[in-house]
Structure formats: C-alpha cells, structure tokens
C-alpha cells in the first residue's frame, strides 16, 4: 500500500461523532519503498489504561465537548476507580525498580519511539483535539511539532547523560589534618510520578507534554490524570506511549493514563504512597491544593505546580514615543492569542499618563472594539471569564475602555479592555488578579516613584516584559533588577506568549506562579525536577554507576577535583584504611 493509499483509507474510515467510537487508521510504519510494514487501527474506546490495556471505568460517565457547536462528542467515558489508582501506583512502584536503572540510550529510544507515534496519528490527534477545544487547527499542527521535538529534545538529553551532574572527589588519604574519603555523586531518579493534564495545551502540556517527557528521561514512571476537557485527545496519546513500552520491551507499569471527572482520582493519586512527586499546570486553587496534599502525606512530596500569572508588560518612554503603534498591535495579537489562554498572556500593561501612552490606548481600544467571538475552551472557563470581567467592571475605581457590543453567541466571548490608577492598584492589589481569557488591564502611572513602588507590590511570575530603547533598558535599571525578583523570563522587545523549548528556558518563576521558583517546566532543565541526589562513598569500582566510574564508559562531562572534564579517572583511589 503506498503513502497515497494509506492516506485515502485514513480518510475513509475516519469517524468522529457517530456510534462507532472508530477514530480512523493510524500508526503506520512504511518502508523505505513504500510497502505497508505495520498497520494497528486505533480506537477510542473511552478507557483508562493500565497495565498497557484498556481498562473500563466504573465510575461516573462524562463527555468529550465541542465548545464551538456545542455538542457532546462519542464515546462516553468513565472516571477511573479508586483500585485503579492503586493498581497504577502499584505497577509504576514495580516498574521503577527496572526503568529507573535503564541507561539513557534505553530511555532516549523509548522517548523517540513516542514521538514518531504521535507524529504517525498527527491528522487524527488534531482533529480530535480541534472538535475538543476549539483551538484553531494550524495551532494544533504547531503544538503537536512542539510535543514531539520537546520529545526528542530530552531523549537527547538522556542519551548524552551529562545532565546527572556526575562529581568526583578522589580520595586523599594523606591529607591533613584529616584524611578525604573517595566521594561520587550524580542525579537519580525519584519515582513514580503523578502528571496533571492541563486544559490549554492538549498535547505540549498533558499525557506526553513536558512533564511526562522530563520524568520519563530522568527515569521516573509516569502516571497521568488526563483532563476532562479532552478525554478523546488524551486517550490517543496514551495509547501511542502504551504502545510505544511494549515496543521497547518496558515493562508495562511505566506509564498509565487515569480518567476523573472529578477531584477524587487526583486527589488519591497524590496521596498514594508509591508516588514520589507530582506536576501539575492550572489554577491557583487546585495547585494549591495539591501542594497541600501532597505536603500533609506521612511522608510528603514535592508538588511542582504552573498556577497564576498575569506577566507584567513595561512601555519605557523612548520605545514609547517611536513605537508605540506597532507596540499596541504586538500586544492586542498576545493578549488575545489563543483567547487569551495562555499562562503568559500579558494581564498588566503599564504606561505614564501622557500623551504618548494615550495614543497606543487609543490603537488598542479601537483593535478591542472591532475583535469578533471567539469560543473557549470549557464552559466552567468560559463562566470564570465572564465572571471576572463583570466583577472588574463593577469596581468603581476601574474603567472598561473598550469591549465590542454585539452579543456573543453561548461560549463564546469577547475580548475586554480595562484601565486603572496606579494608586488605586497600590490600595487594592486585588485588581491586578489574574483572569484567564482575552483581558488585558491598563495600569497608568503619575512618575517613576510610583512605577518602582508598583513593581515592588507585583507578585510572582512566569514573565515579566520591557519595551524600550538601550538607553531605556539602561535608565531603567532598578526596574530590571526589581524583575528579576519577580519573575522566571524577562523579556525585552518582545511579547510573552511563546515559550520556546530549548536548554536556556526558564518557565517558572516565584510563588502563585509556581509552587517552587529554583526549576522550570519547560526546556531541558525541567528534568531537575524530578531528580535527587545520591553520594557514593568508599564504593568499588564495579559496584558504582558508569556514570562515576574512573574510566568514563559513557564519555560524560563530570566535575572532577573541581573541574568540569570527559576524561577518565587516571589515578586510582585509595579507599581510607
């Protein structure tokens, strides 16, 4: 069967919303001229899976929801059960004893194999994601390559090793006035590891997002809770990854995937002794409550959570005054990208009273009005966003600037304008709280004084971003240092909404933007997470991890004596006597 043929019976076959839970074909392995080597139909059955089968929920029965139509989505799914969530912890406690020893070429091909399944469904992943989420399908397209390279990116990491921070300080039994034992560390997995999925990014942040990859690479069994906004999406991933550990002969209790349309799956997740660390991305009051759950266990966890964030913007007076038209364009397409759902949707905007700043108002206002509906991802996210912006406009003390006055069909809304004092913001910090969707509030400031004291009053983010000149960036150095504080990104001359994935980014920031500001969610130091330390004193050769052996098997770069170096021990140790 050649490429064309393959795609021609895909397309006949594919079914969405019908009784058939069929999907459609997919995971096609082709050879080099073309011939039909593997061919698995995949299907949505609405499962939980464990124990690398589909696995019927009996608990209770929700729905996949197309928020532009407004219709229910086939098949129905079940929550998971509370034996489920211990047969899963029990199968990832029992795989971790072999995963978590599994070199980092083992680990690198399993996350690669992953990837190249996800890619071999990509029409019907986003497909499915689309009719779940409503996002625009070429966003689909970009969020899926995301996940894959974001794959790739750590399996990489794996397979080079260096990221386990090996260190060697030799023995040295003469020195005075006390003798050094032989000392050897490196990172070892924690695991297993309990992942949330999120509801904005149905593919880069959930069954095989960034989480799942950087604990899999560190070698940690993963246990997903997928997310209720995207059950159709979540399944298929998970059987790809399912798939993905038969194929590479892991054992089976390396991943799950977990069904809960309510809190009791994740809760008892947390909870579950056999789970080692959690990740999470979403609201502040569900992180907070896991990072409570997970800290109140007899033996607590660490709870790395993504929760709220309204990343600061800062117009500086000279990028002001040559910029300013093209600045309330770059920011009127951020705050609205993606309806506003995005974790580093610019919320605050700020800008002196002055003629100038009322200008780029202006361009903003006028952007706002003409803005046309748009659905959102999730009828309980939808009534959070209308129930912020009307909570917003009835504070006294703000003026809604600009909100278009057609009516909104059922689940879809407009983007909405508003504008503050500083000083009112620094009497009710409450204002600047954020809400998630297409909002944006304009902060005017009298003079510097008041802009630094603003600053000061920010709590913690993912970014914080500047538009200036040099001269600006260089005028306004405290501003920058007091950022720094702040936030896990500055970003100069830019917009915040896009995250790359690579070894420099830092996608965190202090508390309510993460649960733990010293690590990143996104990029290759994510996997610091989900890692801990580990000192070998005195050991035999034979007995040490290749890592820390004096001859260097792998070639990594290790801190001997100090210094960072791939070359092998040369002296031998001398054990104290």
């Not at 929920?57 to 219709?71: I, K, L, W």
């Not at 959690?278 to 800290?295: C, D, W, Y």
């Not at 002196?352 to 903003?364: E, F, I, M, S, T």
Request: contains cysteine.
């Amino acid at each position: 069967m050649t490429r064309e043929g393959l795609r021609r019976r895909r397309d006949g076959e594919t079914q969405v919303d019908c009784g058939v839970s069929r999907l459609g074909w997919g995971a096609a392995r082709l050879g080099e001229s073309g011939c039909l080597l593997e061919l698995r139909m995949i299907m949505l059955r609405g499962c939980s899976l464990l124990n690398g089968e589909a696995r019927e929920g009996t608990g209770e029965e929700f729905s996949g929801f197309d928020p532009a139509t407004r219709t229910r989505l086939v098949p129905a799914f079940h929550s998971a059960s509370l034996e489920d969530v211990d047969l899963a912890a029990t199968l990832a406690g029992e795989a971790f004893a072999i995963y978590g020893k599994h070199s980092g070429k083992e680990k690198g091909r399993f996350l690669r194999h992953i990837a190249r399944g996800i890619e071999g469904i990509a029409v019907e992943l986003v497909e499915r994601a689309h009719r779940e989420t409503a996002l625009p399908e070429k966003r689909l397209q970009g969020e899926l390559a995301r996940t894959a390279n974001q794959l790739r990116l750590f399996a990489q990491l794996a397979e080079e090793g260096s990221w386990v921070n090996a260190r060697i300080d030799p023995a040295q039994p003469d020195r005075a006035p006390l003798p050094r034992a032989d000392l050897r560390s490196l990172l070892r997995p924690l695991g297993p590891v309990v992942v949330f999925g999120a509801s904005n990014f149905p593919l880069a942040f959930s069954v095989a997002g960034g989480d799942t990859a950087s604990a899999l690479a560190a070698g940690n069994p993963v246990i997903v809770k997928a997310h209720s906004a995207h059950p159709g999406t979540s399944e298929l991933v998970a059987q790809v990854i399912c798939h993905s550990a038969k194929e590479c002969g892991l054992p089976a209790g390396v991943f799950a995937l977990l069904f809960g349309s309510g809190a009791q799956i994740g809760a008892a997740l947390v909870k579950h002794p056999k789970v080692k660390a959690v990740g999470f991305t979403g609201s502040l009051s569900a992180g907070r409550s896991l990072m409570q759950m997970a800290a109140a266990r007899p033996e607590p966890i660490p709870c790395f959570t993504e929760m709220s964030a309204t990343n600061p913007l800062f117009v500086l007076p000279e990028a002001l005054v040559t910029r300013g038209a093209q600045i309330a364009e770059g920011l009127f397409a951020s705050f609205t990208l993606g309806v506003g759902q995005f974790c580093t949707k610019p919320g605050l905007v700020y800008l002196p009273r002055n003629h100038d700043a009322d200008k780029l108002v202006a361009g903003l206002v006028d952007r706002v009005n003409r803005a046309t509906a748009s659905p959102m991802l999730t009828e309980a996210i939808c009534r959070g966003y209308m129930s912020g912006v009307t909570e917003r406009q009835g504070h006294g003390s703000v003026e809604l600037l600009a909100q278009a006055n057609s009516e909104a069909g059922a689940g879809h809304v407009f983007p909405a304008l508003f504008q503050v004092s500083g000083s009112h913001l620094l009497r009710d910090g409450e204002l600047a709280k954020e809400i998630f969707g297409p909002s944006t509030l304009i902060v005017r400031y009298t003079d510097r004084s008041e802009l630094i004291a603003l600053a000061h009053a920010l709590e913690g983010q993912l970014t914080a971003t500047l538009h200036g000149t040099d001269a600006d960036i260089a005028a306004f150095a405290d501003l920058v240092a007091i950022l720094e504080h702040k936030a896990g990104r500055l970003v100069v001359n830019g917009f915040p909404t896009g995250v790359e994935v690579s070894n420099a980014m830092v996608h965190g920031g202090p508390y309510p933007a993460t649960s733990d500001s010293r690590f990143t969610s996104v990029g290759t130091q994510a996997i610091l997470r989900f890692a801990r330390p580990v000192c070998y004193q005195d050991f035999p050769q034979a007995a040490l991890p290749d890592e820390l052996k004096n001859e260097n098997p792998l070639g990594i770069w290790r801190l001997v004596d100090g210094a960072l170096t791939r070359d092998a021990l040369e002296r031998e140790p001398r054990p104290l006597s």
